[in-house]
Antibody, heavy 121, light 107 residues
Framework: QVQLQESGPGLVKPSGTLSLTCAVS?????????WSWIRQPPGKGLEWIGE???????NYNPSLKSRVTISVDKSKNQFSLRLSSVTAADTALYYC??????????????WGQGTMVTVSS | EIVLTQSPATLSLSPGERATLSCRAS??????LAWYQQTPGQAPRLLIY???NRATGIPARFSGSGSGTDFTLTISSLEPEDFAVYYC?????????FGQGTRLEIK
């Protein structure tokens, strides 16, 4: 069973860059799946940030596209998120998630536990 | 961007009752709609994909229906563990979007 674990700094200064990593265990990141980042501001709903395929293809939310980079490291079986020029509005619980394949209607079938990132000086 | 509007925002029911949650899309998403359950302190869990298909391990009391712009998640007889927040999500158009959620609370 695939498991995901997010890691990274819990506090980032305004105008800085948020960097998170999602470690994949129990399976290979090179399997035929897309790997996503999703965030949830405190007390609010879910926002899809973007996704990556193991060969490096990416899709990003246009609302964040100018600030987001998602990359994959197959040697470490992990993928990463970088979000630049952060503000308080980027304070959220950040999840990594695996998009299931055709047999799951491409729904997000596996999620990490989430990591809280606060943007504050 | 496709906007998903969920109603009601909060639904108060008792265990054993039937719950009906709605998700309306700003334009057709065909059947490319999923439902998730989120309990406090936990990540969302996939319940339903492609409008009406239960994900692995999801009890039969959960069912989904609809197509186009109007969708429904039904919980036939509420169990104590079903009281949570429910989100719908579409994958028909980029970007992937979620509804704002319906909170199902114990009456």
């Amino acid at each position: 069973q695939v498991q995901l674990q997010e890691s990274g700094p819990g506090l980032v200064k305004p105008s800085g860059t948020l960097s998170l990593t999602c470690a994949v265990s129990g399976g290979s990141i090179s399997s035929s799946n897309w790997w996503s980042w999703i965030r949830q501001p405190p007390g609010k709903g879910l926002e899809w940030i973007g996704e990556i395929y193991h060969v490096g293809s990416t899709n990003y939310n246009p609302s964040l596209k100018s600030r987001v980079t998602i990359s994959v490291d197959k040697s470490k079986n992990q993928f990463s998120l970088r979000l630049s020029s952060v503000t308080a509005a980027d304070t959220a619980l950040y999840y990594c998630a695996k998009k299931g394949g055709y047999s799951y209607g491409y729904g997000f079938d596996i999620w990490g536990q989430g990591t809280m990132v606060t943007v504050s000086s | 961007e496709i906007v998903l509007t969920q109603s009601p925002a909060t639904l108060s029911l008792s265990p054993g009752e039937r719950a009906t949650l709605s998700c309306r899309a700003s334009q057709s998403v065909s059947s490319y709609l999923a439902w998730y359950q989120q309990t406090p302190g936990q990540a969302p869990r996939l319940l339903i994909y492609d409008a009406s298909n239960r994900a692995t391990g999801i009890p039969a009391r959960f069912s989904g229906s609809g197509s186009g712009t109007d969708f429904t998640l039904t919980i036939s007889s509420l169990e104590p563990e079903d009281f949570a927040v429910y989100y719908c999500q579409q994958r028909s158009n980029w970007p992937i979007t979620f509804g704002q959620g319906t909170r199902l609370e114990i009456k």
